[in-house]
């Protein structure tokens, strides 16, 4: 059972939590990124950046984001130059 789901600082990629304990080292599976927790944060080991563990949890409500709709209701028009 995962304690928490993150996304990757680094790539992006979803990180299913079990345990969360002081020390504890996660490494991502994609970008092989290792994370420690210490003092509520996260800390990345490859750019010695922080991290709250609340910017990067992956709530269930969020939608993926279609790069299409934006142009849904558009319309274009190209004008010949002829």
């Known amino acids: 059972m995962a304690v928490k789901?993150?996304?990757?600082p680094s790539c992006g990629?979803?990180?299913e939590i079990t345990d969360l304990y002081e020390?504890?080292?996660?490494q991502c599976s994609l970008c092989n990124s290792v994370?420690?927790?210490q003092e509520g944060r996260l800390l990345l080991l490859?750019?010695?950046?922080?991290?709250?563990?609340?910017?990067?949890?992956?709530y269930?409500?969020?939608e993926?984001?279609?790069?299409y709709?934006?142009?849904?209701?558009?319309?274009?028009?190209?004008?010949?130059?002829?």
Do not use: A
Request: charged residues 55%; glycine residues 2%.
């Open 35 to 37: 994370m420690v927790y």
């Open 69 to 82: 709709d934006e142009f849904e209701d558009e319309e274009y028009y190209y004008e010949d130059e002829y």
């Open 64 to 67: 993926e984001i279609d790069e």
């Open 46 to 58: 490859d750019t010695n950046e922080e991290y709250e563990l609340d910017e990067l949890e992956r």
């Open 60 to 62: 269930e409500e969020e």
């Open 5 to 8: 789901i993150i996304r990757c």
């Open 23 to 26: 020390g504890v080292e996660i």
């Open 13 to 15: 990629e979803e990180i």
